[in-house]
């Protein structure tokens, strides 16, 4: 009897104590993504990039995998220095999610590395990226959160440079 009562005890702490930091988390959020910088609307020139799982098969085997994809279903993300970064992440995997830009000057609360620069994208919701760009090549975004990476939560990401001058030299024989 006293064991049920214990476990009965128990179970109920670690429930309000799971709706507790729950709360917390989605608090933190809240704080978070009402700051100016994540306030812009959706405009025309907005890329929706969605967080989610998709099939894959290797061989014979369909597995479902992370992916960063376009509402088109291409895969990645292509911009021009330009233009800069105009996109809307949606988290559609069953757990929070930060994107990470690989190798990209940007500012900081952008970074995407949970708990330092950000806190996750709950499961559901969505966050506004938009800023300039300072620099052109090839790179990649992640995931930052837990070993989502690993589970192909990653794409890549092209910043094109629009001065057609720059580029392969041609060379005459």
């Given at each position: 009897?006293?064991?049920?009562v214990?476990?009965?005890?128990?179970?109920?702490?670690?429930?309000?104590?799971?709706r507790?930091?729950?709360?917390?988390?989605?608090?933190?959020?809240?704080?978070?993504?009402?700051?100016?910088?994540?306030?812009?609307?959706?405009n025309?020139d907005t890329?929706?990039?969605?967080i989610?799982?998709?099939?894959?098969?290797?061989?014979?085997?369909?597995?479902?995998?992370?992916c960063?994809?376009?509402?088109?279903?291409?895969?990645?993300?292509?911009?021009?220095?330009?233009?800069?970064?105009?996109?809307?992440?949606?988290?559609?995997?069953?757990?929070?999610?930060?994107?990470?830009?690989?190798?990209l000057?940007?500012?900081?609360?952008?970074?995407?590395?949970?708990?330092?620069?950000?806190?996750?994208?709950?499961?559901g919701?969505c966050?506004?990226?938009?800023y300039?760009?300072?620099?052109?090549?090839?790179?990649w975004?992640?995931?930052?959160?837990?070993?989502?990476?690993?589970?192909?939560?990653?794409?890549?990401?092209?910043?094109?440079?629009?001065?057609?001058?720059?580029g392969?030299?041609?060379?005459?024989?």
């Amino acid at each position: 009897m006293q064991l049920g009562v214990l476990g009965a005890l128990l179970g109920s702490t670690s429930l309000e104590l799971f709706r507790k930091t729950r709360a917390k988390a989605q608090s933190s959020w809240e704080r978070f993504i009402s700051q100016p910088t994540f306030q812009r609307p959706r405009n025309p020139d907005t890329v929706v990039l969605e967080i989610a799982t998709a099939p894959i098969t290797v061989l014979g085997q369909t597995l479902d995998r992370g992916c960063i994809r376009q509402l088109n279903g291409q895969r990645g993300y292509t911009t021009t220095q330009a233009k800069g970064i105009n996109l809307e992440l949606i988290n559609q995997l069953p757990v929070p999610t930060t994107v990470h830009w690989h190798g990209l000057i940007l500012p900081n609360a952008m970074d995407g590395v949970p708990y330092v620069t950000q806190p996750p994208i709950p499961q559901g919701q969505c966050q506004r990226i938009h800023y300039p760009l300072v620099q052109n090549g090839t790179f990649w975004m992640h995931s930052h959160y837990g070993l989502q990476t690993q589970s192909y939560v990653a794409e890549p990401f092209v910043i094109l440079d629009e001065d057609k001058s720059v580029g392969l030299i041609a060379r005459s024989a």
